[in-house]
């Protein structure tokens, strides 16, 4: 189904395929400033309801921008009080080959990553994982970001290097 002006947010069928569409993204970007699942699961859905309620007000196509606005908006909300630290699902290691030596060196070092990354100013750090995890490009992280490709390329170099005199060896 291709979404077209003359068509409603308030239909399900468009307000489902916008979801459907943009619902993972808008959570790994709210996810890459939170840090936190549960807190980006909250923004998600929350601005999804918000779409949903404000849907006459809101054009097919502007919808993605809308329900981006609103989750970072509400991102911004909740961050007034607490400084954010990124959390990782670790794949699972009960049973490995590894000998200890690596598993060790392993954790230290995603420790050492962990702690390069929340040091990292949040809009690099955004950048830094829009571009290297989700593999959006810089016109693409501009774009959700509201700023300049040069923008995001500086972004971008500040976060590498920056990463770089926190970890040896990347």
């Known amino acids: 189904m291709n979404i077209e002006n003359n068509t409603n947010v308030c239909e399900e069928k468009v307000y489902n395929q916008i979801f459907t569409t943009n619902s993972k993204t808008v959570f790994n970007y709210i996810y890459y400033k939170f840090g936190n699942e549960e807190k980006a699961y909250d ?5 999804f309801v918000k779409l949903w309620e404000n849907c006459a007000k809101v054009v097919p196509a502007k919808a993605k921008s ?3 606005t609103i989750a970072n908006n509400l991102y911004l909300n909740m961050i007034k009080a607490d400084k954010v630290r990124l959390k990782y699902a670790h794949l699972n ?3 490995t080959n ?6 060790l060196e392993e954790k230290e070092f995603q420790e050492k990553l962990d702690n390069a990354l929340a040091s990292l100013p949040e809009n690099q750090r955004t950048t830094f994982l829009l571009n290297r995890i989700d593999k959006k490009k810089y016109a693409e992280i501009a774009e959700l970001e509201g700023v300049s490709v040069k923008a995001i390329e500086k972004r971008m170099h500040l976060a590498l290097k920056s990463l770089r005199e ?3 060896g990347i």
Request: glycine share 0%; hydrophobic share 40%.
């Open 98 to 103: 590894e000998t200890p030596e690596f598993l």
């Open 93 to 95: 290691t009960d049973v």
């Open 166 to 168: 926190h970890i040896d």
């Open 66 to 68: 809308y329900v981006y």
């Open 43 to 47: 923004a998600v859905q929350e601005a």
